[in-house]
């Protein structure tokens, strides 16, 4: 066989391996926008007891209203734990909020988790944490925060703060 055979199948080895490598990058990165994260697979299982909002409140969560975006889509009702906010800690199975979107029956859904922490850069599971400066709509000192959305798919991925399929459309007002 001829020098030029040779090199031609070299490169067509290497053309192949290249675009395989390629097709499994894009892939990684459409299972991490569509909720196959394996670290939102630990947060479901470390924290499917909030699967009823009653278990929050037994720990100590207390709710906040319902968070919206500007450009649409929600985070949904976050149940706050003071505690869990004020000792800085990342635990996997403490979430310093436990996000919830109001259905029209009344009833909450559990969607996501919140990790914040004062103390960074941050991460969990080698998931970084997003930094949020100081003076924030919060009324917090700067912070790190990460929102997994282990319940509920979030299109514009797994990370992100806003889900555009979340809604706050069925939250209650606040009683007078």
């Given amino acids: 066989m001829t020098p030029n055979f040779w090199n031609r199948l070299l490169m067509a080895a290497a053309l192949s ?5 390629l097709a499994q990058a894009y892939q990684d990165g459409a299972a991490s926008v569509s909720g196959a994260s394996p670290l939102a697979g ?3 299982a470390a924290n499917s007891r909030f699967l009823d909002v009653k278990a929050a409140t037994a720990e100590g969560y207390a709710p906040i209203p319902c968070a919206s975006g500007i450009t649409g889509g929600a985070m949904g009702i976050h149940y706050v734990n003071g505690d869990y906010l ?3 800690k990342v635990d996997i199975a403490r979430p310093e909020a436990v996000m919830y979107e109001p259905m029209a029956d009344g009833s909450l859904k559990l969607v996501a988790v919140e ?3 004062s103390k960074g850069p941050a991460a969990l599971d080698g998931q970084l944490f997003n930094f949020n400066s100081a003076p924030n709509r919060y009324g917090l000192g700067e912070f790190y925060e ?5 319940w509920k798919d979030n299109p514009t991925g ?3 703060d806003m889900n555009p399929k979340v809604s706050c459309e069925h939250a209650m007002a606040p009683t007078q």
């Fill in 115 to 117: 990790y914040i922490t």
């Fill in 17 to 21: 391996s290249a675009c395989t490598t």
């Fill in 86 to 88: 004020k000792d800085d």
């Fill in 146 to 150: 990460l929102h997994v959305w282990a």
């Fill in 158 to 160: 797994t990370f992100v």
């Fill in 42 to 44: 630990k947060v479901r």
